[in-house]
């Protein structure tokens, strides 16, 4: 029998579907899988709302048989508000009639599968022995990166910095009841990231908050907040002393301020980026070359991540009898 239904998933379940430490395994494979060439993704489409701050994206890709597409938007301003930042859904297709199989609260996709591909790199890029993190920020992004990290490395120490201390603060309380970790807020960014094996920035910022005179030899960043070529987290001094792997080197080329900023003042060149992610998890190039040597993951979030996702999550729900099903419409 012909049929039409669509499986919808709530930010809960999803919650539930996608445990942290299967996405890093996943995201692993994705990332392998767009680096040999087997998918299609074109550089997302932004547009920036007529209030001048907020966004409209849509994020479409291909990843071997799965059709999907991630539509958000961004909201930096709903902090104090009820919201996230990124609201939206993930759409996932089948391949033989191109039937809407499932759609997706996007909110905790994006929550889990950047954080995951940070975990990735942290795997592949930190020092094994990496016991003290520091995370910049305190928002959804900072939460499930200390989860990522926990899962790869054996962190004793985390150190949390935020723009207003209070968030900082509640943070550290939170995660200390959530994870069992040792968590202590710092009044500085810099007080956070001194002694750092482990850096995760995870701020709107759209200038500088980490500074590359502050990073301990050895140190290894994930750097997710900024996602536009004219914002950054990092300063050039930091990106300099790095070495530097991307999720993907055509979004990097377009969309990363932390690369395009010092590359347009002439104090890097294209060749400081050394790799993507696909090619450290493929064996091609190495993710550290020694332990004193500081690197840097930057992540700009793509479109593969969030429909390997969400073939995960549609997989796991029909087993587990999780989402709720819903007649949209297809047949002639
Ligand atoms: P939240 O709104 O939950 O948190 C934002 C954080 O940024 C808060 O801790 C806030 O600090 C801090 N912040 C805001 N403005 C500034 C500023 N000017 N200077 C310093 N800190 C600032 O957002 P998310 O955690 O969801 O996302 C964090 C960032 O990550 C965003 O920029 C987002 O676009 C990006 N992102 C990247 C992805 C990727 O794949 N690379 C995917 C998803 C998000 P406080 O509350 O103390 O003011």
């Given at each position: 029998m012909s049929d039409t239904r669509t499986l919808v998933v709530s930010h809960a379940e999803v919650q539930r579907l996608l445990p942290m430490a299967d996405c890093i395994d996943l995201m692993g494979e994705t990332l392998a899988t767009l680096t040999r060439g087997d998918a299609l993704l074109p550089l997302r489409t932004i547009i920036r709302l007529p209030d001048g701050k907020n966004l409209f994206a849509a994020m479409p890709a291909v990843l071997g048989e799965s059709i999907g597409a991630k539509v958000i938007t961004v909201f930096?301003?709903?902090?104090?508000?009820?919201?996230?930042s990124h609201i939206g859904v993930v759409l996932y297709f089948e391949?033989?009639?191109?039937?809407?199989q499932a759609i997706i609260d996007a909110s905790s996709v994006t929550a889990i599968r950047t954080a995951a591909v940070s975990g990735l790199a942290t795997r592949l890029m930190?020092?094994?022995?990496?016991s003290e993190l520091a995370i910049l920020g305190s928002g959804v992004q900072a939460m499930t990166h200390l989860e990522a990290v926990l899962c790869v490395r054996p962190i004793t120490q985390v150190r949390v910095w935020s723009r207003h201390q209070q968030n900082a603060v509640t943070f550290a309380e939170q995660a200390h009841k959530r994870f069992g970790v040792p968590v202590e807020s710092t009044p500085t960014a810099e007080a956070a990231v001194r002694g750092a094996h482990v850096i995760c920035t995870t701020t709107s910022?759209?200038?500088?908050?980490?500074?590359?005179?502050?990073l301990a030899p050895g140190a290894h960043i994930n750097a997710v907040g900024a996602s536009q070529?004219?914002?950054?987290?990092?300063d050039t001094a930091a990106v300099q002393r790095a070495r530097l792997i991307v999720d993907r080197r055509e979004s990097a080329m377009a969309e990363s301020g932390d690369f395009l900023i010092p590359l347009n003042d002439g104090?890097?060149?294209?060749?400081?980026?050394?790799?993507e992610l696909g090619d450290v998890v493929l064996g091609?190039?190495?993710?550290?070359?020694?332990?004193?040597q500081v690197t840097i993951f930057k992540s700009l979030g793509l479109a593969v991540e969030d429909i390997a996702s969400a073939r995960f999550i549609y997989e796991r729900a029909r087993s587990s009898g999780d989402g709720t099903w819903l007649e949209i419409g297809g047949l002639r």
């Open positions: 930096p301003g709903n902090e104090g508000t009820p919201y996230e391949p033989q009639h191109g039937r809407l930190a020092r094994e022995d990496a910022a759209r200038e500088p908050i980490l500074l590359g005179d502050w070529r004219t914002t950054r987290e990092l104090d890097i060149t294209t060749e400081h980026i050394r790799g091609r190039v190495p993710g550290r070359e020694h332990p004193e």
